[in-house]
């Protein structure tokens, strides 16, 4: 297939990505910019620069009480708003089109949980999911919004602040109230608690990793939507499926690592192009 590309023109590049949708075969590889229509900030705009702070490490939260402070601090403000959030059109579109036997699952970078949400039921959440926490010592795991309950509890004061939300459910917090937190542990053995994420600077489970690249492998397509692909683990997927013969195909707004593996590049808004598949 040639190289062919759309910028901004919703409809210049569909035909071609509606013709390889419908010979089925398709794995998608879905990033952030799939779930900001549902109002969760991506990491990077069509710039390809980053746009919130930087996130934090996984060095930095297991090595220190004070940033395990600070990291659920800004995400017991940030969970108010990120609890209510919804699936949005593209969610809806990628389930409809697993169910027309086209797109035979999702590998996503997201860890929001609304391809489920909105019916797909074949996902690998590839960075985790932040439905539940776990404890560093005993793993014994408890539901995300449990922890949001205890945590409202012991602090009460910050029911009332209100901070800009950041990608993965956090937000821009000040120093005086991250000081004034009172951090919880584990309800059985009182460890120190963790989302059940992938941290920046943490590696990918091997079992999911593996289970992505199975998917990967059986795939005619690799359709990457709303992903710059500048985290390893999307990049490493869509050389993946290259070595295995797949045709890729990228719907982005801005620049992507796989710009220069694309069999088909499409610079259109997600939602768009997903709903114009299947209207």
Known sequence: MDRATSNGDVGG???ELARLVATGGVVVLSGAGVSTASGIPDYRGPTGRRRTAPPMQWAEFAGSEAARRRYWARAQVGFRRYAGVEPNPAHAALAALEQAGLVDGVVTQNVDGLHGRAGSSRVVELHGSLAEVLCCDCGVREPRLSLHERLDVANPWLRTIEAPAQADGDAVLGEEHVERFRLLGCRACDGDLRPDVVFFGEF????RMAAARALVEEAGTLLVMGSSLAVGSGWLLLRH?????????IVNLGPTRGDVLADLRLEDDVVDVLSALVC
């Open 241 to 249: 499926a290259r070595r295995h013969g797949a045709t890729i195909a």
């Open 13 to 15: 590049g569909v035909p």
């Open 204 to 207: 990918v489970p091997r079992a």
